[in-house]
């Protein structure tokens, strides 16, 4: 891609994640509401990504769009997820549209998909389990944070139908560096590894899609989520699996 590629919420762990991987590889810009702690070669807009002009000085230019920022808390409140998910994502879509960006890759979450576990858990976490989610299930969230990545999801869907805006959801799982999480079967189950996070959204910037739903997850033994459309469609080939991992080593 020869345009800049927008970061969006560059500062938290899933844009650090990005960028200690692919930060070499494409002509970042950084946005984010906090400045960088740290120098960064990058070139850096500070601002509210609810705030149109600051986003449209963001945006004016880039190919494609990583859409990270937000408040990623599972208990976060209404008043934070309307402003800062919902309402953040549709500023930045229609801007997005408005200055011809290609690309938007949206950060979604399993959180989405959190209701289908009540009944299924903890069955669900374990390896024999074989009840898989593959991106075509309607939305069921766990809570309201989730309810606010549906929403997203669902405003990609508008912008792609209404605009062409090619987009894709990644319902990232749990992004946790240095190894998988410790005594937490669902973290296990649905764990993203630093690498193959970066790898993913590389993958999303390459790959050519119209509109698109996949999972965010390493290739653990235990998922039940399935990889199959971010391999088809992106060309995503994980390397890491939280089963060859015990506690924070790796045995395998
Ligand atoms: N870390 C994970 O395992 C997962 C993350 N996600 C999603 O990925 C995205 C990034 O998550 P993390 O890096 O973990 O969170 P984080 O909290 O580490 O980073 C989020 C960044 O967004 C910025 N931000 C928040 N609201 C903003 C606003 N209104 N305007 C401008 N900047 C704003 C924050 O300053 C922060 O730097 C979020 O959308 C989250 O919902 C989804 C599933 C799992
Ligand atoms: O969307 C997210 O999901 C992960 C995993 O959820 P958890 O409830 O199993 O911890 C979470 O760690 C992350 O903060 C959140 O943004």
Redesign the pocket.
Known sequence: MDEPVLLTGAAGRVGQAILDGIGDDYDWRLFDREPPTGDTDHEVVVGDVTDEDAVREAVAGAGAVIHLAGD???EAPWESVLRNNIDGAQTILDVAVEEDVEKFVFAS???AVGHYEPERKPDLYREHDDFHLDGTELPRPGNL?GVS?AAGETLGRYYHDEHDLSFVAVR????TVGHPPID?E??QA?WLSQHDCAHLFDCCLSADYGYEIVFGISDNDRKYYSLERAREVLGYDPQDNSAEWDGDEKVV
């Open positions: 990623p808390r599972p979450s399993n959180h944070y990545k990232i799982g749990n992004l937490y669902r973290g649905m």
